[in-house]
């Protein structure tokens, strides 16, 4: 069965300094991993997935992940926070099969000040 | 999240009423999912559906009667419910209801029990 933990339900950074949110998952598969965030009174939007291939993965608004297998962490990184980005953010795995959605974690709170 | 629509955005109900929740997306996937986002807890997945077929109910109470008439439209029927089912109840669609593919998440309905 999967398994996702972020660690840290609210983290705080300043306008343009790096953003770090920290996600560990378990898996007994190969997983496929997601990062989504969430504005207040909207859906979750897809930032960015890992399925096969390349461990470093790039997604829209600046953001980025890599997946470390060795860690079991697939943390998600900004070089440069902006106000904009204050929301909630969900990391997700799946092991790909059939008739299987997607196990998400709790969620970390980002706020941005200025 | 246009592409995956839900109505209404917010709903006020009595434990005695009924109602139902609709969700429409227009992305062409085949399969779709019904969420129960509550405060404080991780996403709960309640209902897949693909090809129109339900592939999976999460040990979701009988007061919660799903309905999926094609691929592009899912209902959530709602009966006699508790307050503790006061929460954001989010539609979400992807392509296959394999784990790999991404989901696409509409809006969401606020729904208050009273």
């Known amino acids: 069965a999967q398994s996702v933990t972020q660690l840290g339900s609210h983290v705080s950074v300043s306008e343009g300094a790096l953003v770090l949110l920290r996600c560990n998952y378990s898996?007994?598969?190969?997983?496929?991993l997601f990062w989504y965030v969430q504005y207040p009174n909207q859906g979750l939007q897809l930032l960015l997935k890992?399925?096969?291939?390349?461990?470093l993965v790039k997604g829209i608004n600046g953001f980025e992940a890599e997946f470390k297998k060795s860690e079991t962490s697939f943390h998600l990184t900004k070089p440069s926070a902006h106000m904009s980005d204050a929301a909630e953010y969900f990391c997700a795995v799946s092991d790909g099969q059939a008739g299987t959605a997607l196990i998400f974690g709790k969620g970390t709170t980002l706020s941005v000040s200025s | 999240e246009t592409g995956v629509t839900q109505t209404p955005r917010h709903l006020v109900m009595g434990m005695t009423n009924k109602k139902s929740l609709k969700c429409e997306q227009h992305?062409?996937?085949?399969?779709m999912y019904w969420y129960k986002q509550s405060a404080k807890k991780p996403l709960e997945l309640m209902f897949v559906?693909?090809?129109?077929?339900?592939?999976e109910n999460n040990s979701v109470p009988s007061r919660f009667s799903p309905e999926c008439p094609n691929s592009s439209h899912l209902f959530l029927h709602l009966h006699t419910l508790q307050p503790e089912d006061s929460a954001l109840y989010l539609c979400?669609?992807?392509?296959?209801?394999?784990?790999?593919?991404?989901?696409?998440f509409g809006p969401g309905t606020r729904l208050t029990v009273t």
């Open positions: 898996s007994s598969v190969p997983p496929y």
């Open positions: 979400a669609s992807s392509r296959g209801d394999r784990g790999k593919n991404e989901q696409y």
């Open positions: 992305l062409g996937h085949n399969a």
């Open positions: 890992y399925t096969t291939g390349a461990t």
């Open positions: 559906y693909n090809f129109k077929e339900q592939t």
